[in-house]
């Protein structure tokens, strides 16, 4: 078995890698057949030379090789024909912009394998990039506070190395007595949760928040049992509301009338109800002034949400009341902070906690027969096409949706 780490070539340049220099070892000392060649890159995170220090070789030619390993969408030219792929396709959901890449994989005769889909006999993801979207998105939330009122200015997530120095730069600001909400129990949220509790920010209950005046800056974390509420007041429970959306309400405004800053870091699933319109944005006790909008679904759940940001212009203001963009420093405005692709800003720890899920996860499926089914159920294409799995696609390649 021969595995090829890729170069990224998708535009912005992402710096991520699926198996670091370190990993590449690991997996060479548990399988001494296996062979690894890294294709050479300007923009990984990691240096040529870091590969070949750990004893890999630089190969121009990925076609020796029988799985290759990404990141982002390869485009659909530098595409080698029959092989196997591992990266995220942004295909599962039938984005219109990735159509013709399905279809390539389809006439190329390609066995693509998403990250996305990489999932447990339960259905639980088992390599992903959310922690470190909460961690930077955490950060960049923090710095747009900071920016929207004068108050510190912190330096990009991307110029500094690791975690540890974002925590050490958020340790080193001070804050008004602020209430601060985080959204989500899961990678993205607990990776936000990181970093509030790094800072040594105080946690409060769901009571305490909502009725409580503080002399310190708090923060409070919430699930979806919590945010949404049952149409018909029986009582309810996240594992139904998420089994049948369409039975709940929000109940998130009661929040908007004391939070100073949002975090968002949950999960929003279709027929979901949204947590905050844009009418309620409106409103005279509407006290958020800065959104983190880690889960960045656009035009969504968060209403100030209306564009994706940049990692070079991560920041945008919304006006409530006329619902356009404008300086996110003006009185009126709402700061947006919505990047969506917050983990590059923190390559090195991305690509060290992705490389090593995968390692534990997905690599012993290649040396066990795949006994725990790892890649059939990541399995999406074969022979020139769709898997049963993933045959509710076809319309989507056939262009009839």
């Given at each position: 078995?021969k595995?090829?780490?890729?170069?990224?070539?998708?535009?912005?340049?992402?710096?991520r890698?699926?198996?670091?220099?370190?990993?590449?070892?690991?997996?060479?000392?548990?399988y001494?057949?296996?062979?690894?060649?890294?294709?050479?890159?300007?923009?990984?995170?990691?240096?040529?030379?870091?590969?070949?220090?750990?004893?890999?070789?630089?190969?121009?030619?990925?076609?020796?090789?029988?799985?290759?390993?990404g990141?982002?969408?390869?485009?659909?030219?530098?595409?080698?024909?029959?092989?196997?792929?591992?990266?995220?396709?942004?295909?599962?959901?039938k984005q219109?912009?990735?159509?013709?890449?399905?279809?390539?994989?389809?006439?190329?005769?390609?066995?693509?394998?998403?990250?996305?889909?990489?999932?447990?006999?339960?259905?639980?993801?088992?390599?992903?990039?959310?922690?470190?979207?909460?961690?930077?998105g955490?950060y960049?939330?923090?710095?747009?506070?900071?920016?929207?009122?004068?108050?510190?200015?912190?330096p990009?997530?991307?110029?500094?190395?690791?975690?540890?120095?974002?925590?050490?730069?958020?340790?080193?600001?001070?804050?008004?007595?602020?209430?601060?909400l985080?959204?989500?129990?899961?990678?993205?949220?607990?990776?936000?949760?990181?970093?509030?509790?790094?800072?040594?920010?105080?946690?409060?209950?769901?009571?305490?928040?909502?009725?409580?005046s503080?002399e310190?800056?708090?923060?409070?974390?919430i699930?979806?049992?919590?945010?949404?509420?049952?149409?018909?007041?029986?009582?309810?429970?996240?594992a139904?509301?998420?089994?049948?959306?369409?039975?709940?309400q929000?109940?998130?405004?009661?929040?908007?009338?004391?939070?100073?800053?949002f975090?968002?870091?949950?999960?929003?699933g279709?027929?979901?109800p949204?947590?905050?319109?844009?009418?309620?944005?409106?409103?005279?006790d509407?006290?958020?002034?800065?959104?983190?909008?880690?889960?960045?679904?656009?035009?969504?759940?968060?209403?100030?949400?209306?564009?994706?940001?940049?990692?070079a212009?991560?920041?945008?203001?919304?006006?409530?009341?006329?619902?356009?963009?404008v300086?996110?420093?003006?009185?009126?405005?709402?700061?947006v902070?919505?990047?969506?692709?917050?983990?590059?800003?923190?390559?090195?720890?991305?690509?060290?906690?992705?490389?090593?899920?995968?390692?534990?996860?997905?690599?012993?499926?290649?040396?066990?027969n795949?006994?725990?089914?790892?890649?059939?159920?990541?399995?999406?294409?074969?022979?020139?096409?769709?898997?049963?799995?993933?045959?509710?696609?076809q319309?989507?390649?056939?262009?009839?949706?």
């Amino acid at each position: 078995m021969k595995f090829g780490i890729i170069r990224e070539r998708k535009n912005p340049p992402d710096r991520r890698v699926v198996l670091s220099p370190d990993a590449c070892q690991k997996l060479r000392t548990k399988y001494p057949t296996a062979e690894i060649a890294v294709e050479s890159s300007a923009i990984r995170t990691y240096a040529d030379e870091d590969y070949e220090k750990a004893g890999l070789s630089l190969s121009a030619d990925m076609e020796e090789c029988d799985v290759l390993l990404g990141v982002k969408e390869v485009p659909i030219e530098d595409l080698i024909p029959n092989k196997k792929y591992f990266f995220f396709s942004h295909t599962i959901k039938k984005q219109p912009y990735n159509r013709e890449l399905l279809r390539a994989f389809l006439d190329k005769n390609i066995e693509m394998y998403d990250h996305e889909v990489i999932t447990n006999e339960k259905g639980q993801r088992l390599v992903a990039f959310g922690r470190y979207a909460g961690i930077v998105g955490a950060y960049n939330g923090f710095r747009a506070y900071g920016l929207k009122y004068d108050l510190y200015d912190l330096p990009k997530a991307e110029t500094l190395i690791d975690q540890q120095a974002l925590i050490d730069a958020l340790n080193n600001i001070k804050l008004p007595a602020i209430k601060i909400l985080l959204t989500g129990k899961g990678r993205v949220g607990n990776g936000a949760k990181e970093m509030l509790d790094a800072m040594g920010l105080k946690k409060v209950t769901v009571a305490n928040y909502l009725s409580t005046s503080f002399e310190e800056p708090v923060y409070c974390q919430i699930d979806a049992s919590e945010y949404n509420k049952r149409k018909d007041g029986v009582r309810g429970n996240k594992a139904e509301f998420f089994k049948n959306p369409e039975l709940y309400q929000t109940n998130f405004v009661r929040f908007t009338k004391v939070t100073d800053f949002f975090i968002a870091g949950h999960f929003y699933g279709t027929g979901a109800p949204y947590l905050f319109t844009r009418e309620d944005a409106k409103h005279e006790d509407f006290s958020i002034k800065v959104v983190a909008d880690v889960s960045c679904d656009i035009d969504g759940p968060v209403a100030t949400t209306i564009r994706p940001s940049t990692i070079a212009d991560p920041i945008y203001g919304y006006d409530p009341l006329t619902e356009k963009e404008v300086d996110f420093k003006s009185t009126n405005a709402i700061a947006v902070m919505a990047v969506d692709n917050l983990p590059c800003e923190l390559p090195r720890d991305a690509s060290e906690g992705f490389g090593d899920a995968f390692l534990k996860n997905v690599i012993p499926a290649f040396f066990n027969n795949d006994k725990n089914g790892v890649l059939e159920r990541a399995r999406m294409t074969q022979n020139g096409k769709l898997t049963e799995r993933y045959a509710y696609l076809q319309d989507y390649v056939d262009g009839k949706e």
